[in-house]
């Protein structure tokens, strides 16, 4: 293959933002060659659904030193505006010396020679800018931002964010709270047409109530989540016609984030920062004390069973600020996996009712019930509901003997860990049980995580007692 010819180049870097990124790499690491990995054909393919059009939102979490402000905040620009040097774009970052510091490496590619020659329609106006600003011929610009920086009277057509929030801010009293304000009254009212401009948010993410998890409750993401260690199996879009196979446990980046380095991390982050900045999966103060990653995932429920059981977490009343929770869980083969998950504000009424029509309907074996508060009631009320030759054997009750919520999910985790229990890759459900766990013990909801605790104990007691069949007694557990 004879070598490509200098407007053969040019052209493939108008073409392919791709392209255009790795030589951006090169340029600004004096001729190093860019480690090339599917994440970063992620990010560019989200990105050109922008230039495109048919997104308007699009947010990247993704751990630190994954490349993103090269791509985003200094390449992308670079290549809007070769393409279109009228458009008018913001890049925020959290601080005016790293906004300063991309701004400068901006300018360093547009005033390249390679650049230049790629996109000769692309000219700034040196006379007009400065080092936050970057004017063109055609009135388009890219301007460098801080948080909290003034923007009264200016208006861009996309507006980057790239890392609003310092790690430092999230300590401090309403660190998040003030950035999160200033996005909402001052920088998304600066847009140029809010019907069809564009925002761009990439960061790792921080904290429970950081810009990412702020702006997804005001409208529609779309969202590019990328750990460092794959929790569940992803598939993610790299092209218009092509996606990458993010299976559950694989590295994102083994070159540049691989497991030591992680394990280094992780030691000196600690678990709570771990999860949130290199996991996108940030936890309350005080939380992660359940790590989803341990759990093995199903994509479909084994047919074949030993037993089926319920584990209920009967709330008070209806009106106590707790759920009730029922979950069906199933034995297969010495692992247990769960089936379905139930929860709501219901009266005892119809809390027994729906008991009752979730053992009918998947046919359990037992109905395992605390015999604490709400739980003794509604034990009772199964033993009169039931016949003789089945309430014996189907409600159970189970005592934890004085343990904390803390230890009893302790002490699940343990069957977690040796991989013996199972939750869906996806369902309906999942999200808000996954929340609960993540946010455990630091979240204001823990009711899920009661049922599951309630569900591995009798697991583990139904794994010694082998299923014994002459097992009778009211309301107490198998032995």
Known sequence: MTNPTNSEVYALLRLSFVAFVEKVFRTLLNGREMQDNWHIQAICHALGQVQKGTEKRVMINIPPRSLKSIIVSVAWPAFLLGHNPGLQIFVVSHNLDLAIGLSNKFRQIVNADWYKAAFPTMSGAPQK??????????????????????????????????????????????GCAKVNNWIDTSLSTRLNDPASSAMVLVMQRLAINDPAAHLQTQEDWNC??????????????ISDVEEYHFNKGELLDAARLPMDTLDVQRAKLGTANFLAQYQQRPVPPGGGEIDISLFQRYKTLPKLYDVRFLSVDAASSCRSGSYSVIQVWQMTNGNVYLADNQRGYWTFPQLTKRVVDTQTLWKANFVAIERASSGLALIDVLWEHYPDNIRRTL????????????????????LVEQGLVHIPLETLWLNDLLAEFSAFPAGSKDDQVDAFSHAIEFFRKLLVSRFNPEYRGRGRVLK
């Open 129 to 174: 800018d400065n080092e936050r600003i970057f004017l063109t011929d055609a009135g388009g610009f890219r301007e460098a931002i801080s948080v909290n920086g003034a923007v009264i009277g200016k208006g861009a057509d996309i507006c980057i964010m790239d890392d609003l929030l310092d790690a430092s801010e999230v300590a401090t009293e309403n």
């Open 224 to 237: 590019v989540t990328l750990p460092a260690i794959a929790e569940e199996d992803q598939i993610v879009p």
């Open 395 to 414: 409600v159970q009750g189970l005592k934890h003997k004085g343990l904390s919520k803390e230890d009893r999910a302790g002490k699940a985790m343990v």
